[in-house]
């Protein structure tokens, strides 16, 4: 079997150093650079994790690596069907066969994807990266590469690099309408051009397949996306004993999307249309769409353990065009949709972020904190033209603002009325320019 193996490999091997990488639309992805460590791409399936990969080799060679230097090879190939890891030395073997010259005098890169089909892989790169003048980037099926058990076996020898779909100015940049200047200097023509452009952002998410395609086309294929995800990454991978209970979850989860989400209640919900399941298993089963990539979860801003614990986290789907996959009407809240698109740009960007609930009672979207040590109080609102609303979102700010004095106070909406009293203190701005900004 292994010498079977080896002539796949080794042609495998001739072929990616003959590919000329893709023309990709370039991503904005944060690339973890730690000297003696594999770099991990996760994220969620079709999410651009390979094209991530031929970006950074095409990074490489145009910052003169040599070719030959720069192996990409995919496991995702039906000939290596029962691979494992005793045999991943063939790809050392045969590279080194093919380019001895390279060995101990020059470090070799190898883009390794969808390697989680070679079981016990972990073992096989923390030795290489021990041994071998090597450069590892990984990529693979997201629940199964970097999972906890994974992370454990690789003893901190991977750092992550999270894929999430298109931002919005990657999608704007994939359409060959991403602005050459800052939004400030931006004509009115160019203006509404970039407001209609968010508001068919938010409907349509950021996945790269689904960019242009019309709303039938749409849905089948971010239908098609979570089915795979509960199949593969959750059911089969977790033994989950009752799939339609997962399907209710995540039908909850997404119709209900930037909202609070109690297991408590939901168990309430399920015992009452019949099913037999526990608490634990229901928890179990939101970790495994979190680990899966399809949520994102988010704790209330406290130093409290026993409180964070006690109080619901809001959930978010990881693309806003996910959020009208299972509803029956196949419509979404304006406002849960631009919320989520806020929440994943604050992810893009490494802060770390909380909601705030005060002890008055209100709340506030986000309160994140940046790398630098700055923060930001984050209230979301699709449209403020109402008094009321606006009055309520800055009660809450204000409110929340005694708790963290330290932050800035931002309100972010789709358009800003062109009369806008509200006291001083407090930011808005709009959610296209804020969005495009942020970095």
């Known amino acids: 079997m292994k010498d079977q193996f080896r002539q796949i490999v080794r042609q495998k091997i001739i072929d990616g150093l003959a590919a000329v990488p893709p023309s990709l639309t370039r991503r904005d992805i944060w690339l973890p650079v730690v000297a003696n460590k594999a770099t991990a791409v996760i994220g969620m ?49 045969e590279y080194y066969r093919l380019y001895p010259q390279w060995r101990d005098r020059q470090r070799v890169v190898f883009f390794l994807d969808e390697i989680q ?29 970097l999972s906890r058990e994974v992370a454990t076996s690789m003893r901190g020898r991977a ?16 359409a060959g309408c991403e602005p050459e200047t800052r939004t400030d200097r931006l004509t009115k023509t160019e203006r509404s051009m970039l407001a209609n452009r968010l508001l068919n952002y938010l409907e349509q998410g950021g996945f790269p397949e689904a960019q242009g395609l019309d709303m039938r086309n749409r849905t089948e294929l971010l239908r098609s996306y979570i089915d795979v995800v509960l199949l593969r990454d959750v059911v089969e991978r977790h033994s989950v004993s009752q799939p339609l209970a997962l399907r209710w979850m995540v039908r909850q989860l997404l119709a209900n999307a930037a909202g609070s989400f109690s297991v408590n209640k939901f168990y309430v919900e399920l015992k009452s249309q ?19 990539f399809l949520l994102r979860g988010l704790a209330i801003a406290t130093g409290s353990e026993r409180r964070r614990r006690v109080n619901p986290r809001k959930i978010y789907p990881i693309d806003t065009g996910l959020i009208p996959i299972m509803d029956r009407s196949g419509k979404a809240n304006l ?69 963290f004095p330290r932050a800035e106070q931002v309100l972010i909406t789709i358009d800003k009325p062109a009369v806008l009293d509200i006291q001083a203190g407090i930011r808005v701005t709009e959610a296209r320019e804020w969005l495009l900004n942020k970095r």
């Not at 994790?49 to 496991?75: C, H, M, N």
């Not at 019949?274 to 899966?292: P, R, V």
């Open 274 to 292: 019949g099913f037999a399941i526990g608490k634990d298993t229901l928890h179990s089963y939101l970790g495994y769409l979190e680990d899966a």
């Open 45 to 93: 399936r079709r999410a651009g994790k390979t094209s991530l990969l031929w970006q950074i080799l095409a990074d490489r060679l145009a910052q003169g690596a040599p070719r030959e230097g720069l192996v990409y090879f995919s496991f995702e190939d039906e000939r290596l069907a029962g691979i494992q890891a005793k045999d991943l030395d063939l790809l050392v073997e």
């Open 159 to 174: 750092m992550e690099s999270v894929v999430l779909p298109f931002s919005f100015r990657e999608s704007l940049r994939h």
């Open 335 to 403: 406002g849960h949709q631009l919320e989520t698109a806020v929440f994943l740009e604050l992810i893009r960007c490494g802060s770390e972020i909380a909601y705030v609930r005060t002890a008055k009672g209100f709340e506030v979207d986000f309160l994140a904190r940046y790398v630098d040590g700055h923060e930001e109080l984050i209230q979301v609102c699709a449209n403020i033209d109402d008094p009321a609303t606006l009055a309520r979102e800055v009660r809450a700010l204000q409110d929340a603002a005694t708790e």
């Open 117 to 145: 089909v070679a079981p016990g892989w972990e073992m096989f790169a923390r030795r290489i990266l021990d041994s071998e003048q090597v450069d590892l980037f990984l990529s693979g099926s997201s629940a199964r590469l």
